[in-house]
C-alpha cells in the first residue's frame, strides 16, 4: 500500500512536469490544477457531536467523532487517527485523546477535573495529514463548564459606558448579584479583578447594598490585551470562594471593524453592495451604527450589515458609534479606484440559477468565470466586457450544498473578482423518530429511528444523545451542528458567531443574514497566485493509517565510519503485532500502521550493517501542536437553574457507579500450586515514602488518564502542575539552592523523567510513594534534594525503560480506548440503583446504524426527574449526506 502509494504521487508529478511544458489554455490549466489538488492533495474535515453544551465540574463529556474527506465529503478512507485536544477556560492544554477511526467515525471521552477552571472550554480536533494545509483546517469547537456549587452566586453585570482618553480605559459598570434562587446577596462584599490572561489589571472590594447591587468604575491601561476577563468572587459563608468570571468588553478604539465592498473593489460612480464587520480583539462580534458620506447603516447579526455605496470620491471616512457605550470613532473605508470592475451576484432561492452581473470603465475586455465548492470546478465560461456590462447565469443543478467561490479572471489569469455564495440542495438524509412508552420516572422508553433520501430508505451511522431539557439549553444556535460544522465553519477563517443560526430555517431573513457571512468572510484554501505558477502545498505530515513510533538509534561507542544502516523490528504486547522497518546512516526509523489501543509493552530491537546490536534504541516524542490558546470567558452567567440544583447528587451517583463497575466474578474452584501474593515490599528497594497513595481506595480512579492526578490534592505540600503533556511538580519543605526544583522521580525503583511518567497509565499503577522529609530522602543522595516520587507497577508493568544491547523495551500509548457510557437498567429495584438519580445526560450511545431498511430502535430508562426530554440525533451516510434530528419528549 506505501509502496502503491508513493509511485501515484511520483507518476503524479512526472505528469504534471509534462504538462506544464505543453501549451495550456487558461482554462486547460486551472481545471488540471484542481483535478491535481483532489487527487493527490484531498482535504479532511472533523466534526465532534457532544452529548451536551453545558456541564458542570467534574462531569463526563461524551463525543461522537466524525472525518470526511474531498469535495463530496464523504467518511474519510485517509486517516486512522484524530487528535482531539481539551483547553480549560484559561486555554491550558488539559488532554489529548487519539481517537481511532473507522469508517470515518470514532468515540471518546474525556472527564473535567473536579477543581479546575471555569468558563468556555475549547477542543481543537485535527490529523497529521490535516496539518500540512494550517491550522484554519482543525474544528475548533466550544462548550461551557461552570461550577456546580457556584449556584450561590449569580452576577448581572452591565458596562454602561467606557471612555478611552489619556491612555486609560474607564469602565462605569453597574453590577446585581443573586442566589440561583434569585435572591439578592444584602449586604455583602465581593473582591473583583481585571485580568488578561493570568495579569492583573485591577483589583479592589465591592460592598453591595440591600438589593444585592453596587455600581462602580475602575480604569486599565489603554491596551488590546488579549483575553481581557473580570473576575468576582463572594465567600459564601464567609470562607468557601464561589468565582464568576466574564469577558471584559474592549473600547471601540481596538474593534476590528471592516468594510468590504462585494466582489473586493470599489471604484468611482459605480454602485455596489458594502458589507461591514465589526469585531473585538477576541474575535466576538459588536454592535455599532455609523455613517458614510450621509448614508445611515447598522449592524444587524453577528456585528455584520451591509448597505448599497456609490463612491464619488477615491476616499471616504466612515464615523461608527457603539450603540451601548456612547464611543465615538472615525476610520476610513476602503478606496475607491477611479476605473476597475465591480461584481454583483444575485442568489434567489426562487430562481434555477445563480447570476454574476460585471461591471467596467472598460468598453471590451476578455474575462474568465470559474465557480467551484471546496476545488470541484462546477462551472466554468469564458466572456467579454461588452460596453461596460457581461452577465453570467449559473445553473444550480450543477453545484453541491455549501460555500460555492465566483471568481472572475483576467485573460492572463489574475484573480479581479471573487464572491462567495452559500448554496443548500435538498440532498440531506431525512431523518424520522416514533417514541413509545412514556417520560415517567425510571420508565422505559423505546425510540424508532428511520433515515431516508428522497424516499429511499438509507443506512447510515448516527449518534444520539438524550438530555433533561429542563438541564440543558437547546444550544444549536450558539454552538452549530453537523451541517454548520462540515458545510459553513470548516470553509471560513475565524469565529463564525452563533454558526447554527444559519441553519435553523430557509426564511428570507435567515439568507439573507446567512450571505453577509458569504460577503464579510472571504477566504479560500488556495491561492490563484500558486495555481498560475503551478506551486502545490508543501508536504512534512503523511497520512496515519494507524499508530506510529518514531526513533533514534546511535552507536554505543562512537566509531570512525558511523552507522551503516540497517533493520529494525517491535513486537507489540505480547504478540499481538510484529513491526518491521529499516534505517539508514543517520539511524531514523519509523514504525508505522500499528493497532493496538492504551498503552502497552513495545519492544524494539535494531542491528547495524557495521556494529551490529551495539547501538543504543530510543524514542523521539511527536511533538504538541497546542499547549497553550487564548482562555474564552461568557459575556454573562447564565445557565439552566436545574444543572446546578441537581449537582450534589450527581456527583454522588458519578462516584458510586464507578466503585460499583468493579466486576463481581462468581465463585470458582482452582486446583493448581499455591500462588504467593507479591509482596510490594520486596520490590521497593528504598523503603516506602511519607505518604503512599494506593490507586484503587481513590474513588473515580478509572476516569485518570495520567499518574500525576494520582497525586494532584492528595499529599499536603505536593504540588502538580499539568499543561497538556507538560507537568511541573513541587514538594515543599526540601529543597537546595543548587537542586533546581523537580523531585526525583522513579518508576519501579528506575530514574525517568516526568514525561516518561506521563506515559504510564494509572491503571497499572500499584502505589505511589511520596518522599518529602529530607531525612529521608538522603538516600537517594543529592538527586533526592528536592525530594522523590516514586511509582510502583503491577507486576513491573513499567519496567525497563532503557537501551540494552540493541533492544529498548518501553511502554508507548495507542488509540484511547473510550468509556462506556453509564445507562442503568431499572427493571427491577435492587442495591446498585438505589441511588437517586438526576443526570442531565439520560442516555448517549456514539454509534448507531440504521440498516438496509433505513431502520433502528434504541431503548433506554429515565431518571428520575426528568419531564422533557431533548433527543438529538446526528450522522451521515457512506455518500457523505448529512442528517439531524431534534426532538422533545414531554
Known amino acids: 500500500m506505501k509502496l502503491l502509494f508513493s509511485v501515484l504521487l511520483l507518476v ?3 505528469s504534471i512536469a509534462f504538462d506544464s511544458q505543453a501549451q495550456e489554455t487558461l482554462p486547460e490549466k486551472i481545471q488540471h490544477y484542481f483535478e491535481t489538488i483532489q487527487k493527490e492533495y484531498p482535504s479532511e474535515k472533523s466534526y465532534l457531536h457532544l452529548d451536551k453544551r453545558t456541564y458542570t465540574l467534574g462531569d463526563d463529556v461524551w463525543f461522537s467523532a466524525y472525518l470526511v474527506a474531498g469535495s463530496n465529503q464523504i467518511p474519510s478512507p485517509l486517516s486512522r487517527i484524530l487528535y482531539v485536544d481539551i483547553f480549560d ?27 479546575g477552571k471555569t468558563g468556555i472550554y475549547q477542543i481543537k480536533a485535527y490529523t497529521a495529514w490535516m496539518q500540512n494545509f494550517g491550522e484554519d483546517y482543525f474544528l475548533t469547537s466550544n462548550f461551557l463548564v461552570v461550577d456546580g456549587a457556584g449556584g450561590s452566586f449569580l452576577p448581572k453585570v452591565n458596562f454602561t459606558t467606557i471612555t478611552a482618553t489619556g491612555g486609560q480605559v474607564k469602565y462605569q459598570v453597574e453590577l446585581e448579584a443573586v442566589s440561583s434562587a434569585g435572591s439578592p446577596l444584602a449586604n455583602q462584599t465581593l473582591e473583583l479583578r481585571v485580568l488578561a490572561g493570568e495579569i492583573e489589571l485591577h483589583k479592589q472590594s465591592l460592598a453591595l447594598n440591600a438589593q444585592g447591587q453596587a455600581s462602580f468604575s475602575f480604569s486599565i491601561p489603554e491596551k488590546a490585551n488579549p483575553s481581557q476577563s473580570l473576575e468576582m468572587t463572594y465567600f459564601e459563608n464567609g470562607d468557601y470562594p464561589v468565582v464568576q468570571k466574564i469577558r471584559l468588553p474592549y473600547s471601540l478604539n481596538f474593534a476590528d471593524v471592516q468594510f468590504l465592498p462585494e466582489g473586493g473593489h470599489l471604484v468611482v460612480g459605480k454602485k455596489s453592495n458594502l458589507a461591514f464587520r465589526a469585531i473585538d480583539p477576541d474575535g466576538n462580534p459588536l454592535e455599532i451604527e455609523g455613517e458614510i458620506e450621509g448614508q445611515q447603516f447598522s449592524t444587524r447579526f453577528g456585528g455584520m450589515g451591509k448597505m448599497e455605496f456609490t463612491p464619488t470620491k477615491a476616499e471616504n471616512t466612515a464615523k461608527i458609534t457603539n450603540p451601548k457605550t456612547g464611543e465615538v470613532r472615525t476610520i476610513p473605508t476602503p478606496k475607491a479606484a477611479p476605473e476597475g470592475l ?34 470541484l470546478i462546477n462551472y466554468m465560461i469564458q466572456g467579454t466586457l461588452t460596453n461596460g456590462v457581461w452577465g453570467v447565469r449559473i445553473p444550480k443543478e450543477n453545484l453541491i450544498s455549501g460555500i460555492n467561490h465566483i ?33 415517567d420516572p425510571r420508565g422505559k422508553i423505546a425510540l424508532d429511528l428511520s433515515s431516508s433520501f428522497q424516499n429511499q430508505p438509507m443506512d447510515g451511522t448516527f449518534s444520539i444523545a438524550v438530555s433533561d431539557a429542563d438541564q440543558v439549553n437547546d444550544e444549536t444556535d450558539t454552538y452549530g451542528n453537523i451541517f454548520s460544522s462540515l458545510l459553513l465553519t470548516s470553509d471560513l477563517r475565524g469565529i463564525i458567531h452563533r454558526p447554527g443560526y444559519y441553519f435553523k430555517d430557509q426564511e428570507p431573513e435567515t439568507l439573507e ?19 498560475v505558477a503551478g506551486n502545490f502545498p508543501k508536504i512534512d505530515h503523511f497520512i496515519e493509517r494507524g499508530i506510529n513510533i518514531e526513533g533514534q538509534i546511535t552507536e554505543q561507542q562512537e566509531t570512525k565510519k558511523g552507522l551503516g544502516g540497517g533493520k529494525v523490528n517491535a513486537i507489540v504486547g505480547e504478540g499481538l503485532e510484529i513491526i518491521g522497518s529499516e534505517f539508514g546512516p543517520n539511524g531514523r526509523f519509523i514504525l508505522t500502521e500499528m493497532d493496538y489501543q492504551d498503552s502497552v509493552t513495545v519492544t524494539i530491537t535494531a542491528e547495524d550493517s557495521r556494529v551490529k546490536n551495539f547501538v543504543d534504541v530510543s524514542i523521539i516524542q511527536p511533538e504538541a501542536v497546542f499547549t497553550t490558546i487564548d482562555g474564552s470567558y461568557p459575556s454573562e452567567i447564565t445557565w439552566p437553574a436545574a444543572l446546578t440544583a441537581t449537582f450534589q447528587e450527581r456527583n454522588l451517583m458519578q462516584q458510586l457507579n464507578e466503585n460499583q463497575n468493579v466486576l463481581e466474578l462468581e465463585e470458582v474452584t482452582v486446583e493448581a500450586q499455591t500462588i504467593q501474593k507479591e509482596d510490594e515490599g520486596v520490590r521497593k528497594l528504598f523503603g516506602t515514602g511519607d505518604v503512599t497513595i494506593n490507586p484503587d481506595k481513590i474513588p473515580g480512579n478509572v476516569a485518570f488518564s495520567n499518574v500525576f492526578q494520582l497525586i494532584q490534592g492528595r499529599v499536603s505540600g505536593v504540588q502538580v502542575f499539568v499543561s497538556g503533556l507538560d507537568v511541573s511538580v513541587q514538594i515543599r519543605g526540601v529543597g537546595s539552592v543548587n537542586a533546581g526544583t523537580s523531585p526525583l522521580f522513579l518508576l519501579d525503583n528506575m530514574p525517568v523523567d516526568a514525561a516518561t511518567l506521563m506515559q504510564v497509565n494509572p491503571r497499572n499503577v500499584s502505589s505511589v510513594d511520596v518522599f518529602k522529609d529530607p531525612a529521608r530522602a538522603a538516600i537517594f543522595g543529592s538527586q533526592g534534594a528536592n ?12 519496567m525497563n525503560f532503557q537501551s540494552v544491547g540493541g533492544t529498548l523495551v518501553t511502554r508507548y500509548g495507542g488509540y484511547d480506548s473510550p468509556r462506556e457510557f453509564y445507562a442503568p437498567i431499572y427493571e427491577e429495584k435492587t442495591t446498585e440503583n438505589a441511588t437517586s438519580d438526576k443526570r442531565a445526560t439520560i442516555y448517549w450511545q456514539p454509534l448507531i446504524k440504521t ?15 426528568v419531564k422533557r426530554l431533548q433527543v438529538v440525533i446526528e450522522g451521515m451516510d457512506a455518500q457523505g449526506r448529512l442528517g439531524r434530528i431534534v426532538k422533545i419528549l414531554n
Open 12 to 14: 503524479a508529478f512526472q
Open 407 to 439: 471568481t472572475i479572471l483576467s485573460a492572463a489569469g489574475n484573480p479581479l473578482l471573487e464572491r462567495l455564495i452559500f448554496v443548500q440542495k435538498d440532498d440531506q438524509l431525512k431523518l424520522e423518530l416514533s417514541t413509545s412508552g412514556s417520560v
Open 89 to 115: 477556560g484559561e486555554g491550558l492544554l488539559l488532554e489529548q485523546r487519539k481517537v481511532k477511526i473507522e469508517s470515518g467515525h470514532g468515540a471518546g471521552d474525556f472527564r473535567i477535573p473536579r477543581f
Open 342 to 375: 465591480v461584481l454583483q451576484v444575485v442568489n434567489n432561492p426562487n430562481t434555477a440559477y445563480i447570476t454574476a452581473f460585471v461591471q467596467g470603465n472598460s468598453a471590451s475586455e476578455s474575462l474568465l468565470l470559474v465557480s467551484q465548492t471546496r476545488g
Open 851 to 865: 440498516d438496509t431498511s433505513g431502520k433502528t430502535q434504541i431503548e433506554f430508562y429515565n431518571s428520575d426527574a
Open 787 to 798: 525530594g522523590v516520587i516514586a511509582v510502583y507497577t503491577k507486576t513491573g508493568a513499567g
Open 513 to 531: 443574514i446567512l450571505d453577509l457571512v458569504m460577503l464579510t468572510h472571504g477566504w479560500r484554501r488556495f491561492s490563484w497566485e500558486d495555481l
